[in-house]
C-alpha cells in the first residue's frame, strides 16, 4: 500500500521561505510524474510544479520541471531518493501562497500500464502580511 505524506507547512512572515517534503511509504516504480498543488479557501485546486520522470522503473530519473506562473523563480523542486521524498522549496512567499498544498505521484501499473495517481493528505501553509 502506497501512501504519501507531506510535512514542512506552517506559519511564515511575507518574503520568507518554507521547505515542504512529500515521503512516500514505499518506493513506487515506474513513476511518471511528480506533482504539487495548492488549494486555497474558496477556490479551485491549482497546479504548482510538475516534475516528469523517466529513463527507470524503479526511480526514474527527472526530466525538466515546470512551474507555475505564480511561482516561477521562487518554488524549486528536489528529491532524496534514499528516504523515498520529494521537496518543494519555497521563498519570497506572499499571502497569496497561503493554501493547503498536495504532493501527487502518477504511476503505471504492471503489467498494464495503466496510470495510477497517488494523494496526500496536504499541509497549510499561511504566509502573513
Known amino acids: 500500500q502506497v501512501r504519501l505524506v507531506e510535512s514542512g507547512g506552517g506559519l511564515v512572515q511575507a518574503g520568507g521561505f518554507l521547505s515542504l517534503s512529500c515521503q512516500s511509504s514505499e518506493k513506487i516504480e515506474n513513476v511518471n510524474s511528480i506533482d504539487w498543488y495548492r488549494q486555497a479557501p474558496g477556490k479551485q485546486r491549482e497546479m504548482v510544479a510538475v516534475?516528469?520522470?523517466?529513463?527507470?522503473?524503479?526511480?526514474?530519473?527527472?526530466?525538466?520541471?515546470t512551474y507555475a506562473d505564480f511561482v516561477k523563480g521562487r518554488f524549486t523542486m528536489s528529491e532524496e531518493p534514499a528516504k523515498n521524498t520529494w521537496n518543494l522549496m519555497m521563498s519570497r512567499l506572499t499571502p497569496e501562497d497561503t493554501a493547503v498544498y498536495y504532493c501527487s505521484v502518477r504511476a503505471r501499473q504492471r503489467p498494464t500500464g495503466a496510470e495510477v495517481t497517488y494523494w496526500g493528505q496536504g499541509t497549510q501553509v499561511t504566509v502573513s502580511a
Open positions: 516534475w516528469p520522470r523517466s529513463g527507470s522503473s524503479v526511480w526514474p530519473r527527472a526530466g525538466s520541471s
